[in-house]
T-cell receptor, first 111, second 113 residues
Framework: GQQLNQSPQSMFIQEGEDVSMNCTSS?????WLWYKQDPGEGPVLLIALYKAGELTSNGRLTAQFGITRKDSFLNISASIPSDVGIYFC???????????FGTGTRLKVLA | DAGVTQSPTHLIKTRGQHVTLRCSPI?????VSWYQQVLGQGPQFIFQ???????GRGNFPDRFSARQFPNYSSELNVNALLLGDSALYLCASRQGSYNSPLHFGNGTRLTVT
């Protein structure tokens, strides 16, 4: 099935470092969502974006809706061990109920 | 408020059998979606229901079917199970508008042997 491309696929970082990841699409989206998924659990919504260029924060997390509407970015500042998990982006076009998810970025934090 | 609840949490079935998965949305949410997540991949869209009507269907065979009840809970049915149907099945609810975010349950882990 169709999936968005997320980069990087996985990353190891030191506790306290900042993290950046991105998500790209060949299609234009009207909504971007970012989720975190821990083992054995469902994805948890982190941030929702609705307008090109929009920058939204949730604590140490900041996400941006790319101006081309074909990409989105997530930054995590001052990472902590509980940031470990898989981060998924998801996008939806106008007039559809379906979200397309990315391939995921697996984050591992070294204490 | 309770989040999205799914049952059962785990299920083991044999090839050719049938399975029914259940989902209760967040109170006040009228829309339910079903996604399949194969190990190592992102969720894939299966169905979207809103006000008991199917509003969208993903690229899944007719062995997959779903319905939504008057209380907005939902069932996903899969017939003639294949080994490849082994996955985490996620249910998500939303308030209804097409661009509102999905809120997921913890899923049902289906293993087909």
């Amino acid at each position: 099935g169709q999936q968005l491309n997320q980069s990087p696929q996985s990353m190891f970082i030191q506790e306290g470092e900042d993290v950046s990841m991105n998500c790209t699409s060949s299609s234009i989206f009207n909504t971007w969502l970012w989720y975190k998924q821990d083992p054995g659990e469902g994805p948890v919504l982190l941030i929702a974006l609705y307008k090109a260029g929009e920058l939204t924060s949730n604590g140490r997390l900041t996400a941006q809706f790319g101006i081309t509407r074909k990409d989105s970015f997530l930054n995590i500042s001052a990472s902590i061990p509980s940031d470990v998990g898989i981060y998924f982006c998801a996008g939806a076009t106008s007039g559809t109920y379906k979200y397309i998810f990315g391939t995921g970025t697996r984050l591992k934090v070294l204490a | 408020d309770a989040g999205v609840t799914q049952s059962p949490t785990h299920l083991i079935k044999t090839r050719g059998q049938h399975v029914t998965l259940r989902c209760s949305p967040i109170s006040g949410h009228k829309s339910v979606s079903w996604y399949q997540q194969v190990l190592g991949q992102g969720p894939q869209f299966i169905f979207q229901y809103y006000e008991k009507e199917e509003r969208g269907r993903g690229n899944f065979p007719d062995r997959f079917s779903a319905r939504q009840f008057p209380n907005y809970s939902s069932e996903l049915n899969v017939n003639a199970l294949l080994l490849g149907d082994s996955a985490l099945y996620l249910c998500a609810s939303r308030q209804g508008s097409y661009n509102s975010p999905l809120h997921f349950g913890n899923g049902t882990r289906l293993t087909v042997t």
